[in-house]
Each structure stands twice: as C-alpha cells, then as structure tokens.
C-alpha cells in the first residue's frame, strides 16, 4: 500500500505571521476576521498569531518573505483585496502580488499563502469576504494550518 500524507487542521502549537493591505480595507479587515476565527477554532492562540499591515496589496510579498526568514513562523498568509478599474493597474498589481507570493512559498520553504481576493467590482469583493461566497480569509487561514503540519510531517 502506497505511504500517505495528509495535513491536519490542528492549529495548537503553530505560530502564523499574516500580512494584510490596508488598501480596500472594507474588504480586507472582513479577511482578517474570518483568517483569526479559522486559526481559533483549530486551536491557535493570540499570542502564536502576528498581525502585519501593508499599504496594499502589491506590497505583501516583502513583507511575507520577511517573516517567513525570520523562521518565526509555521506559515504566513496573505491578505488583500484588488478590485479591477478601467486601467490595466488591476492585471499588473495582482499578477505581481500572486507571483511574488508564490516565490516566497518557493525560496523560504515556508508555507505562504495566497489569499488574495480578486474582483470585478466592491460587491464581487464582499461576497468573497464573509458574504454568499464564503471568506477567503478563513479558507486562507485553514491552507495554512494544513501545509504547516504538512512540512512539519515531511
């Protein structure tokens, strides 16, 4: 029988870093509240959870590979909220922020996770954040605790 692994959702014992843009805040600071719920339930505590601001979304993988180099973390999620406009800004912004992220996951080892809401308009955004579409924020937060204790099983 083939050897499997599996991630649990077990918080207890794990330290998380999360950054999150102050731009779009409406959006983001629903984010947050479903990411901290998540994390409690499954057993982290307020003290094992440190909360970073950034001016916006673009600038989260800076700080996401700076806790995730201090090795202080079990895993870093990131929060943020782009909404598209009538410029291509939106395309530029949220491709860099996805790949930013992506490489910090990629060059630290740290599990950083990508919980980045993209929208059409604000009312697309909120439905993301708590509203019919459930919370990326809680469901970034719960990829988090399973990589975690997948690296930590590896």
Known sequence: MAREIIGQLIAEGLRFGIVVSRFNELVTRRLLGGALDA????????EDITIV???GSFEIP???RKLAESKEYSAV????CIIRGDTPHFEYVASETAKGIAQVALTTGVPTIFGVVTAEDLHQALERA???QGNRGADAALA????AN????L
């Open 39 to 46: 994390l409690k339930r499954h057993g982290a505590s307020d």
């Open 53 to 55: 601001w950034v001016p």
């Open 62 to 64: 800076l700080i996401a």
């Open 77 to 80: 999620i990131c929060l943020g």
């Open 130 to 132: 708590g509203g019919k």
């Open 144 to 147: 988090a605790i399973e990589m």
């Open 150 to 153: 997948l690296i930590r099983s």
